[in-house]
């Protein structure tokens, strides 16, 4: 659906009050002027009242109709197709949304689609409607104000996505057996969609300041200031995926130390009953030989016999469990 249209003109904000092909007429009549028209997951149906008045190659408007592209940007023959990748960072979840805007930007217009929750663009028309310069800089002002907006969302889920891997590393750390596995590799897929977004903007942001791109060579300045701002991003998300990479090489190394402390303590435990049970075995082998009541067996009506048995018994308990002692089971 259509959020807002305006057009803008010397500085100042005036409202659409007639129909889409009203504004692109009056744009044009005035000359120096421009038309942002906002839209929010628009159907074809709708988009089709914007290719109705302006000539948007058709793979462009499909790539902003469906979404799930890449952040680019794409030149058809004076028109720019840009997309960027917005992010929301959910606290209760700790997960990070990524949503989708594509702009379609020449001398006269700009037509934004915004897809998902993350980045609505009220803030930004506010913000160009406050500052002359950025009115003044026409559409390349826009790009440069959303451009902005998105970046220092970037930094701002960094931060979050910072304080998350201390807390996981505080845990992998804290002296407490507890398998965090499956919360670093839950993190360490967000990081990797935080970079989805934001790595392919390096070389767009790049195209612009190079001054490659003609519709945007007044802002230069403002663009090189938001690269600086990115490839500051862009390092902490490296840095990111690689504590995360080792908290999880430290995490599983702990986990197989204190695997393997458990495997030592169970056999420890394993050869001390194993050795009572040889103890308990040899008084019972005698006994259990005694007490098979043979009429012709050594000692059976012997006055000394039952002591005698006895003695042995103990004798060899003695014997056996100074043997196990010496080899280190008890």
């Known amino acids: ?21 009203d504004a692109f007429n009056a744009a044009r009549a005035r000359g120096d002027c421009y038309l942002w028209i906002g839209l929010h997951e628009p159907t074809q149906d709708e988009f089709d009242l914007i290719t109705s008045e302006v000539k948007l190659h058709p793979l462009a408007v499909e790539d902003a109709i469906h979404a799930h592209q890449r952040p680019k940007l794409e030149r058809y023959d004076d028109t720019l197709f840009v997309v960027l990748k917005p992010l929301l960072y ?43 310069d950025l009115l003044a800089a026409g559409p390349a002002g826009v790009l440069y104000a959303i451009c902005d ?17 201390i807390a996981l590393e505080r845990r992998v750390f804290s002296g407490e057996y507890a398998d965090v596995t499956e919360d670093i590799y839950s993190l360490k897929r967000e990081v990797l969609e935080f970079r989805a977004a934001q790595d392919p903007l390096v070389p767009v942001l790049e195209e612009i300041v190079k001054g490659r791109v003609e519709l945007c060579t007044v802002a230069r300045d403002q663009f090189r200031d938001v690269l600086d701002h990115l490839l500051r991003v862009d390092a902490q998300v490296d840095e990111h995926n690689e504590l995360l990479t080792s908290a999880l090489s430290a995490h599983l190394a702990l986990v197989s130390r204190e695997q393997s402390t458990a495997a030592m303590q169970q056999n420890a435990d394993m050869r001390k009953i194993s050795s009572w049970a040889a103890l308990i075995a040899v008084p019972t082998m005698i006994a259990g030989i005694y007490g098979m009541n043979f009429d012709f067996m050594p000692e059976l009506h012997w006055l000394l016999g039952y002591p005698l048995s006895l003695s042995v018994m103990v004798i060899s308990v003695i014997i056996v469990h100074r043997l196990l002692r010496k080899s280190g089971w008890l």
């Open 1 to 21: 659906m259509i959020v807002d249209k305006a057009i803008y003109c010397n500085g100042v904000r005036e409202t659409i009050t007639g129909d889409i092909s």
């Open 149 to 165: 907006q998105v970046v220092d969302t970037y930094s701002r889920v960094s931060h979050e996505v910072e304080h998350d891997l």
């Open 90 to 132: 959910v606290e209760e979840t700790s997960d990070i949304e990524v949503g989708e805007i594509n702009l379609f930007l020449s001398g006269d217009f700009v037509i934004s689609v915004r897809h998902g929750k993350a980045n609505p663009l009220a803030g930004v028309r506010r913000r160009i409607e406050s500052d002359p």
